[in-house]
């Protein structure tokens, strides 16, 4: 038995990161003991585009198979946008409004701003006792929320580690995995609310609440289930 999240994001970096997300939240913040898979729910719809438009496209299909048959194979679906996705992120609120089967988390730039927010773990991954002079996360008044460019501040961070055989440039799916391998299991959560506390304390709170309705209406799925519904 477990309980399964379905994702709606942009990028496969959002992939590679938000489960570790999910799974410290399910935990520590609804005492969820269970098993938690997250998956990508572009491939339950089968569809390839993505970017905010594609985001857009998968919440609209996802509801109007809701309208037919309100059995979905996940306890709820999350979707991720970042902050400059306003015009789409006001028509997917009105789509989902009233409905409890979806959480929308908002990236005040990108979820690498959630990544760096996380300064122990970030430091650790890359073995850094401190942040390295002349980078941008070593300022003292540093806030991950309002890096307006998080990805250089990572391209920058490894830039400088030993630790690392790549730079992030524009995004690095291989180093975002890599993060997420030690990042599971160790999100510091109140450390990301503090450094991003306009959008990440919101998303904690709408999604503990979503995997303690999933806890108490018992939505939980064996593969034998998931497996018979299929999209219409």
């Known amino acids: 038995m477990s309980t399964r999240v379905g994702?709606?994001?942009?990028?496969?970096?959002?992939?590679?990161?938000?489960p570790s997300i999910l799974h410290q939240i399910a935990e520590e913040r609804a005492g969820?003991?269970?098993p938690?898979?997250?998956?990508?729910?572009?491939?339950?719809?089968?569809?390839?585009p993505r970017g905010h438009g594609g985001v857009w496209m998968a919440i609209r299909r996802i509801v109007r198979v809701l309208e037919k048959d309100p059995q979905l194979p996940y306890a709820f679906i999350v979707i991720l946008l970042d902050r400059r996705t306003q015009k789409i992120q006001k028509k997917i609120r009105k789509?989902?409004?009233?409905?409890?089967?979806?959480?929308?988390?908002?990236?005040?730039?990108?979820i690498e701003a959630w990544w760096l927010g996380d300064r122990k773990n970030t430091l650790a991954w890359l073995e850094f006792p401190e942040p390295p002079v002349g980078t941008r996360y070593a300022d003292g008044g540093y806030v991950a929320?309002?890096?307006?460019?998080?990805?250089?501040?990572?391209?920058?961070?490894?830039?400088?580690?030993?630790?690392?055989?790549r730079v992030y440039g524009e995004g690095n799916l291989d180093l975002a995995r890599d993060f997420a391998e030690l990042w599971d299991g160790r999100v510091r959560l109140k450390e990301i609310e503090t450094q991003c506390p306009q959008q990440f304390?919101?998303?904690c709170k709408d999604t503990a609440q979503a995997f303690r309705h999933a806890k108490s209406s018992g939505s939980q799925f064996k593969q034998a289930e998931f497996d018979q519904i299929k999209l219409t």
């Open 7 to 18: 994702i709606v994001a942009e990028g496969p970096i959002d992939l590679a990161l938000l």
């Open 201 to 203: 304390p919101p998303f």
């Open 95 to 110: 789509l989902i409004s009233g409905k409890d089967r979806f959480v929308l988390a908002v990236a005040q730039e990108e």
């Open 145 to 165: 929320e309002r890096d307006d460019n998080p990805k250089y501040t990572l391209h920058e961070l490894t830039e400088k580690s030993v630790h690392v055989d």
């Open 32 to 34: 969820v003991t269970w």
């Open 36 to 48: 938690v898979n997250v998956a990508d729910a572009f491939e339950w719809l089968q569809m390839r």
